[in-house]
């Protein structure tokens, strides 16, 4: 076995599409298995997998998988760029080839390249596709097996917050110079200029032909969720997006993975979720305040209390958790207490809540 070396000029040459500005992708799916060698060598002896020893017969099937060095592991599987039909020929037979025989590790990933030049003749900026790519996250991590493992495939946004609560950040991804476009290692690669790459997915589940044909349909659904959001606010059409991802998740086809990976956590209702995070708003507001009485209040004298550590600290604590939604909170900053403020922001946030 001879795999081509990265990127290689002969690689590059058997991977390279005609123009044009349908939805054809890409795929990688790497292996970190070494003992399936003498699997893949039959393939490539088949002429299934093209390596530089049957470069010749290039060509021969519909698809065209070709093995290739990489660095963070054994081997990738690269495939030509193609429609879904001939992508999931290509998968069914490795799936086939390699059932039982691999063990892939958590950072053993599934790449999808995204054809820019159909993403641009539908209106989609890379960003839109970041910003699909930065709301489904969550669930995208749930079904891709690397159990928290983002070293090559990182959110943007911190994975602390849940849908609803990204959605304020997702719709500061505006700008087509935002620094993400430097680093190719997030969840969504914007950095090429011929592809966008969807990296979250992952070949742990060891060329399972159910998992990889759900990622290609799912990078789909990304384009397809991009294209409805052009314009809009995730913030504000937040019933919208998750209605949409609602309805692609719980397609019949994806029963079993659904269950396994308990995807119905992320479907609460618009209400459910928004209650569910202001109610945790308010406990990390207890907690910081409690905190803040332990260190700050309790035991010191009245004179020691307004220190400037402690007042900064305050105004960090009021800061960090007043939304506009809990309304005015006043108060005379010659003449006030901590506890007095507190109170009032703890009974804004009950209050807002109730009104849910």
């Given at each position: ?171 500061d991804l505006d700008s087509e110079d935002y620094r ?177």
């Amino acid at each position: 076995m001879m795999t081509f070396s990265y990127h290689s000029c002969d690689a590059d040459e058997l991977l390279r599409p005609r123009s044009t500005n349908g939805n054809i992708k890409g795929i990688e799916l790497e292996i970190s298995d070494y003992n399936v060698r003498d699997t893949l060598q039959e393939l490539i002896n088949s002429n299934e997998v093209i390596d530089e020893t049957n470069i010749n017969r290039a060509g021969e099937k519909d698809y065209t998988i070709i093995a290739e060095d990489d660095g963070s592991v054994w081997v990738e599987l690269v495939f030509k760029a193609c429609n879904n039909r001939t992508l999931l020929q290509g998968v069914k037979m490795l799936s086939e080839a390699f059932d039982g025989k691999v063990d892939n590790n958590n950072e053993t990933s599934c790449h999808i390249h995204l054809n820019n030049r159909h993403l641009r003749s539908r209106g989609i900026r890379k960003t839109d596709i970041m910003k699909a790519t930065e709301f489904l996250f969550p669930i995208l991590g749930a079904i891709s097996g690397r159990q928290g493992d983002y070293q090559w495939a990182k959110p943007m946004i911190s994975l602390n917050k849940n849908l609803f609560e990204r959605c304020r950040s997702i719709d500061d991804l505006d700008s087509e110079d935002y620094r993400y476009h430097d680093d190719r290692y997030y969840g969504c690669n914007v950095t090429n200029s011929n592809t966008t790459e969807i990296r979250i997915f992952s070949n742990k589940y060891n060329f399972n032909y159910d998992y990889i044909k759900m990622y290609i349909e799912t990078a789909d659904f990304i384009i397809d969720l991009a294209e409805e959001m052009l314009g809009k606010s995730y913030h504000t059409n937040y019933e919208l997006a998750l209605e949409k991802t609602k309805e692609h998740f719980e397609k019949r086809k994806y029963k079993d993975i659904f269950e396994r990976h308990d995807l119905g956590k992320f479907f609460l209702s618009p209400e459910e979720q928004r209650k569910r995070f202001y109610n945790q708003e308010l406990e990390k507001f207890n907690r910081e305040y409690a905190q803040f009485t332990r260190y700050h209040i309790e035991g010191i004298s009245e004179e020691n209390r307004y220190t400037t550590t402690n007042w900064m600290t305050f105004l960090r604590i009021i800061r960090n958790y007043y939304r506009e939604e809990y309304g005015r909170i006043k108060f005379d900053i010659n003449n006030f207490s901590y506890e007095e403020v507190f109170e009032l922001m703890i009974k804004g946030m009950e209050e807002y809540i109730s009104s849910l």
